[in-house]
């Protein structure tokens, strides 16, 4: 499996690593938000140099009952990240996190190489038309409801298959408009509780079906520390488990906050299977 990504081949043969960067006052884990140019930059730094193929950047925090605002606030805060970061990193494979096309469409023309979307397209009926318009590569997420809602929309009957059923539907619609280069993420955290993030990440090979690169985004999120009864903070070791997991059930991208941690494991990982 083979994305395009700024007129470069990315194969998943080995898998990758997207590094986190928040341009948030209020996502879950503090330490993740970077709000000043220099902590940007500085993260940034550290990030490519530990090996991360692709930075994602956010200016929409989209934890559970996190506050709404106005896409010209996303927008003040995406877009002069995009421009200090490739200024400085002109080589960087940047992502923006939105599920806005306003906010999708202005990133790309700032030079965002690749879009990720917690809606799959389901917020905005626009956004998978400005993805086909711009032939960049599109992670579309499992999610119901809205960041504000979705905490209550957990009534599965099979996790797993509910998932996989919703993911059919949202590639046969990118297909049809011409989109070329899916990832999907099961989306651990939304609309699903902490049984139901497990079960779905011990079923996670059932999304080889969908021949896409699948991405898993697990890093320091509640199913970890609330399992532990820790913080955020202290779920860099649980992060570590549950990625080595997700690796041998089939996952190609790990989305973390940790990128050093994060390759070790992909690493390491590589050597169990040989």
């Given at each position: 499996?083979?994305?395009?990504?700024?007129?470069?081949?990315?194969?998943?043969e080995?898998?990758?690593?997207?590094?986190?960067?928040?341009?948030?006052?209020?996502?879950?884990y503090?330490?993740?938000?970077?709000?000043?140019?220099?902590?940007l930059?500085?993260?940034?730094?550290?990030?490519?140099?530990?090996?991360?193929?692709?930075?994602?950047?956010?200016?929409?925090s989209?934890?559970?009952g996190?506050?709404?605002?106005?896409?010209?606030?996303?927008?003040?805060?995406?877009?002069?990240?995009?421009?200090?970061?490739?200024?400085?990193?002109?080589?960087?494979?940047?992502?923006?996190?939105?599920?806005?096309?306003?906010?999708?469409?202005?990133?790309?023309?700032?030079?965002?190489?690749?879009?990720?979307?917690?809606?799959?397209?389901?917020?905005?009926?626009?956004?998978?038309?400005?993805?086909?318009?711009?032939?960049?590569?599109?992670?579309?997420m499992?999610?119901?409801?809205?960041?504000q809602?979705?905490?209550?929309?957990?009534?599965?009957?099979?996790?797993?298959?509910?998932?996989?059923?919703?993911?059919?539907?949202?590639?046969?619609?990118?297909?049809?408009?011409?989109?070329?280069?899916?990832?999907?993420?099961?989306?651990?955290?939304?609309?699903?509780?902490?049984?139901?993030?497990?079960?779905?990440?011990?079923?996670?090979?059932?999304?080889?079906?969908?021949?896409?690169p699948?991405?898993?985004?697990?890093?320091?999120?509640?199913?970890?520390?609330?399992?532990?009864?820790?913080?955020?903070?202290?779920?860099?070791?649980?992060?570590?488990?549950?990625?080595?997991?997700?690796?041998?059930?089939?996952?190609?991208?790990?989305?973390?906050?940790?990128?050093?941690?994060?390759?070790?494991?992909?690493?390491?990982?590589?050597?169990?299977?040989?």
């Amino acid at each position: 499996m083979t994305i395009t990504c700024k007129g470069n081949l990315i194969d998943f043969e080995t898998p990758k690593v997207m590094g986190i960067l928040n341009v948030t006052p209020d996502s879950f884990y503090e330490d993740s938000r970077d709000t000043s140019p220099d902590a940007l930059l500085k993260k940034a730094e550290v990030m490519l140099d530990e090996g991360a193929t692709f930075l994602d950047v956010g200016g929409y925090s989209s934890r559970p009952g996190a506050t709404d605002i106005s896409p010209d606030e996303e927008l003040k805060r995406v877009l002069p990240a995009l421009e200090i970061l490739l200024k400085n990193f002109p080589k960087a494979l940047i992502s923006v996190d939105t599920f806005r096309s306003m906010v999708a469409e202005r990133s790309i023309e700032a030079g965002a190489v690749m879009v990720n979307d917690i809606s799959a397209g389901n917020l905005d009926l626009e956004m998978m038309q400005v993805i086909a318009r711009h032939q960049v590569p599109y992670i579309m997420m499992h999610m119901r409801g809205t960041p504000q809602t979705m905490k209550d929309l957990n009534s599965y009957g099979d996790v797993t298959q509910e998932v996989l059923f919703y993911f059919s539907e949202r590639i046969k619609a990118a297909r049809a408009l011409g989109i070329n280069d899916l990832i999907i993420d099961p989306g651990f955290g939304f609309s699903k509780n902490t049984a139901q993030n497990f079960e779905l990440l011990s079923h996670l090979e059932m999304f080889e079906i969908l021949e896409l690169p699948l991405l898993a985004g697990l890093s320091r999120k509640s199913t970890i520390y609330k399992t532990l009864n820790c913080t955020p903070n202290d779920a860099l070791n649980g992060t570590t488990v549950l990625n080595t997991f997700a690796l041998t059930k089939g996952a190609d991208i790990l989305r973390v906050h940790d990128v050093k941690e994060a390759m070790e494991t992909v690493k390491l990982t590589a050597q169990l299977k040989n």
